[in-house]
């Protein structure tokens, strides 16, 4: 939402999002395949010093939204409900494909904004090994950009380099269904470069967060996940709290 490479010193922001999300799970030659859309909405407010003068301003709209595709590779067959219920927990190997759109707020006369005006993709594999009531998770993929020709002042070009991500999960189940888990994401790179001048805004940061599930039917759940940056050399130098409602249709 705040792009963490602009040059700008001193900022503060506090702003509330909501989204809607919506999923489908199917099969694609014989292997359980999934599509994810996501397209937040958030307001608030942000304050920083530029040029050595305090500026704020309200935001509130789109933000980008991001379409996922999934696939398991190895150990996920397509299955129905009542066989995927019967059928063991085993390893499973999977890949994904992150697309970001350029169609949240964006005014390329403002250095802040809620959109990116670029595209994203990010290309991912993952492994999820189950362990009793234990699960353990992990995942590599990195972030690719197009380039914002529409870059503050509104006539600049801005380009970003790849970025790295890797994380891992560990988490316990209950009897009653519900779940907690605790999450570390390591991720480098993403230095960018403004009409072909590279700023030092390489990250190499570290966050680490925890969630709580707690089933309320058969086809509901309400999630508690918090994140902190533990380890922070550029942008992401911050705390999220969300309260997430999952609804789960046949």
């Given at each position: 939402m705040v792009d963490p490479t602009v040059p700008v010193q001193d900022v503060e922001a506090e702003f509330?999002?909501?989204?809607?999300?919506?999923?489908?799970?199917?099969?694609?030659?014989?292997?359980?395949?999934?599509?994810?859309?996501?397209?937040?909405?958030?307001?608030?407010?942000?304050?920083?010093e530029i040029g050595g003068q305090q500026q704020s301003r309200a935001l509130k709209g789109l933000l980008d939204p991001r379409v996922k595709f999934s696939v398991g590779l190895v150990g996920a067959p397509a299955l129905t409900p009542e066989e995927f219920a019967r059928t063991p927990r085993r390893t499973v190997i999977g890949a994904s494909l992150t697309v970001i759109a350029p169609t949240g707020e964006y005014d390329s006369t403002r250095l802040i904004n809620l959109g990116f005006n670029r595209w994203a993709f990010k290309p991912e594999i993952g492994i999820w090994h189950p362990m009793g009531r234990w699960t353990l998770e992990g995942s590599a993929g990195i972030w690719f950009y197009t380039t914002n020709d529409s870059y503050f002042p509104g006539t600049a070009k801005r380009t970003q380099d790849p970025f790295l991500g890797l994380q891992a999960h560990v988490s316990y189940t209950f009897d009653n269904g519900a779940w907690i888990g605790l999450d570390g994401t390591w991720f480098s790179g993403g230095k960018t470069h403004v009409n072909e001048t590279a700023a030092s805004d390489r990250q190499n940061n570290t966050r680490l967060g925890a969630t709580l599930s707690l089933p309320m039917s058969r086809e509901q759940s309400l999630k508690f996940i918090y994140s902190t940056g533990v380890a922070t050399r550029r942008g992401a130098d911050f705390d999220t709290f969300v309260v997430l409602w999952q609804l789960v249709m046949p």
């Open positions: 509330s999002t909501t989204l809607i999300a919506g999923g489908y799970t199917f099969a694609l030659w014989g292997r359980q395949a999934r599509v994810l859309a996501l397209q937040p909405y958030a307001w608030g407010s942000v304050s920083s």
